[in-house]
């Protein structure tokens, strides 16, 4: 977390010093230099941290400086410039789509301008979903399109009270436009012509003063939902991958007595990063408990093989990493059983140890997967690797905070939000030092079941 918020801090300074450059005061450049300064945030970013999450947390510090931090009247806070240079760095492939809308649109209006960036951002969360980007960034592009659509309400009351074009188009009406029971005068030379932009600006207070009271007055609220939003899936995720609290019907430590520990991977199998872990646990003879999503069993039936022949141990995570708390009996049913049979069908055996999705239950629940011979199994020590922090931050968390009979929380698939997807390679990067540091420190390593064993209970409790 230390991580992060030095992130936000120093790109949100960086901001902040940028837009004092003098020749970012020259509106005509604007534009570019918020696309180097958003572009050069992100390469730095991804040079010391390399994560989604990390671009994230410098994309709000920046997002911050460039539109609310408090500026000198007049101050342009456009964030096209500045989501840009990030785009090009979160998603190559959609900055070269935004290179090809602005192509083909100023061609077809011959001119570039911010409105073409702005229509773009209005449609970067469905292309950011339909091409699998990190849950972070479709996050962070649904921050952008609020942003943007509330910059257009304004524009888009003008166009409709037949005043005035848009901003920075041609004005046609005539010379003189009833503003808030004043006459405004165009002066001859201003007629058919583009504004100065300091008299747009004042056009654009005047006309956005006649908006009703409660249009206005949705901007802050629809700021305050979209930071709400981001803050709520990134601290519930945070939450429930502590775990909730301690029932005896759930298995989530070993013995303090015996000097071990359990690693456990969630949300896989996945085709990048499962293979990798296999090699490493495999090179320092550690046998660890996979808890597999029924889902992705089926699309990798052959990886799920290769973890059980290697001599791990496998758990049932649900078949499609559904929210389980408060759904019907007939769902966690049928996620229980589903789970259960792609695991089967890929490896021949019944998983007896169950983990819900986040650590999220009720007594539905365990009621259900009692009956049907499964240990509800948690854990007691978290990676915190969802977060997709460095390798060193992810071994540090582990190291400095190990107790015999842990078990260890990690995962090999899994997105913010989606069940799969998500950057788990400071996982696979992590692993060696955090084997080698828990070995240093006298631990053994066993799986779950055998931490069962050792805890005096069976795999029926």
């Known amino acids: 977390m230390t991580t992060f918020f030095m992130l936000i801090i120093c790109s949100f300074l960086a901001g ?35 994560t989604p999450m990390a671009l994230l947390a410098a994309g709000c510090g920046l997002l911050t400086a460039t539109r609310w931090f ?11 410039g500045m989501a840009t240079g990030l785009l090009l ?24 301008h911010e409105e073409l960036l702005s229509s773009y951002f209005l449609i970067l969360p469905l292309l950011m979903f339909f091409t699998d980007k990190s849950d972070v960034y479709i996050l962070f592009s649904l921050v952008l399109f609020v942003i943007v659509l509330l910059d257009n309400f304004e524009r888009l009351e003008m166009g409709m009270s037949h005043l005035f074009g848009p901003v920075g188009k041609k004005i046609n009406h005539g010379a003189t436009m009833g503003l808030g029971g004043a006459g405004y005068t165009l002066s001859q030379g201003e007629i058919g ?11 654009n207070t005047r006309l956005a003063s006649k908006l009703p009271a409660w249009f206005r007055s949705l901007r802050r609220p629809a700021y305050v939902l979209a930071v709400f939003l981001l ?105 229980i059983e589903r789970g259960e049979k792609a ?26 997967t009692k ?12 990676s915190n690797d969802w977060l997709e922090m460095r390798p060193v931050d992810i071994s540090r968390t582990i190291l400095q905070n190990v107790t015999p009979g842990d078990i260890i ?37 066993v799986t779950v079941t055998e931490l069962l064993i050792l805890s005096g209970l069976s795999g029926d409790q």
Request: charged share 20%; net charge neutral.
């Open 343 to 368: 695991i089967f069908n890929a490896t021949g055996l019944r998983p007896s140890l169950f983990r819900p999705p986040r650590g999220l239950y009720e007594a539905k629940l365990m009621e259900e």
């Open 70 to 80: 408090p500026y000198p009247r007049g101050h342009d806070r456009k964030i096209y």
């Open 89 to 112: 760095f979160m998603a190559p492939d959609l900055f070269l789509v935004l290179l090809l809308w602005c192509l083909l649109l100023g061609f077809l209006q011959c001119s570039f």
């Open 409 to 445: 929380l990690f995962h090999d698939s899994g997105n913010l939000i989606r069940a799969e997807g998500g950057e788990r390679l400071p996982t696979v990067r992590s692993l060696k030092t955090v084997i080698s540091g828990l070995k240093e420190q006298g631990y053994d390593f």
């Open 16 to 50: 902040i010093a940028i837009s004092y450059v003098p020749l970012y005061r020259q509106s005509k450049y604007r534009l570019e230099v918020d696309f180097v300064k958003g572009a050069a945030v992100a390469l730095v970013t991804l040079f010391l941290v390399g």
């Open 193 to 203: 012509s583009e504004l100065p932009s300091g008299r747009q600006q004042e056009l």
């Open 371 to 382: 009956e049907r011979g499964y240990t509800i199994t948690l854990w007691s020590l978290s």
């Open 231 to 335: 803050f709520f899936a990134f601290f519930l995720n945070r939450y429930v991958y502590r775990g909730f609290g301690m029932q005896i019907e759930l298995f989530r430590k070993g013995p303090p007595e015996a000097h071990v520990v359990a690693l456990t991977f969630d949300d896989g199998p996945d085709p990048r990063f499962t293979p990798d872990i296999l090699d490493i646990l495999a090179e320092e003879d550690v046998k660890a408990t996979f808890f597999m999503v029924g889902k992705h069993v089926e699309k990798y039936p052959h990886i799920a093989q290769q973890v059980l022949e290697a001599g791990h141990e496998i758990g049932n995570h649900t078949y499609s990493h559904a929210n389980l708390l408060q759904a019907p009996l007939g769902r966690i049913t049928t996620e």
